[in-house]
């Protein structure tokens, strides 16, 4: 199996930064493409970024810009800095890898961590 720990959300004010990291452990062979993911209250799950294994990235509109997606392979871990978040920037946010186990590929979820943008 694989875990994936998430940190680095909180509460910021409009115009802030932050850096949301997530780590994925267990018995990884390989990850293919990296993702994060957010859910506001009473909205449905929403993409947020992505990056492949090669390092090609790709954003939602809404935080082209502002956002940048980052993934560090030796780590297992991919980054979301967040730059110039708004109050519709609050959600709780979660990351999804693509990764090839002992017993094929999966998609795997962090557990979620809350990012709240409010003055």
């Known amino acids: 199996q694989v875990q994936l720990v998430e940190s680095g959300g909180g509460l910021v004010q409009p115009g802030g930064s932050l850096r949301l990291s997530c780590a994925a452990s267990?018995?990884?062979?390989?990850?293919?493409?990296m993702a994060w993911y957010r859910q506001a209250p009473g909205k449905e799950r929403e993409w947020v970024a992505g990056i492949t294994s090669d390092g090609s990235k790709n954003y939602v509109d809404s935080v082209k810009g502002r956002f940048t997606i980052s993934r560090d392979n030796a780590k297992n871990t991919v980054y979301l800095q967040m730059n110039s978040l708004k109050p519709e920037d609050t959600a709780v946010y979660s990351c999804?890898?693509?990764?090839?186990?002992?017993?094929?590929?999966?998609?795997?979820w962090g557990q979620g961590t809350q990012v709240t943008v409010s003055s």
């Open positions: 267990g018995m990884i062979f390989r990850i293919d493409v």
């Open positions: 999804n890898v693509n990764a090839w186990t002992g017993v094929g590929s999966d998609n795997f």
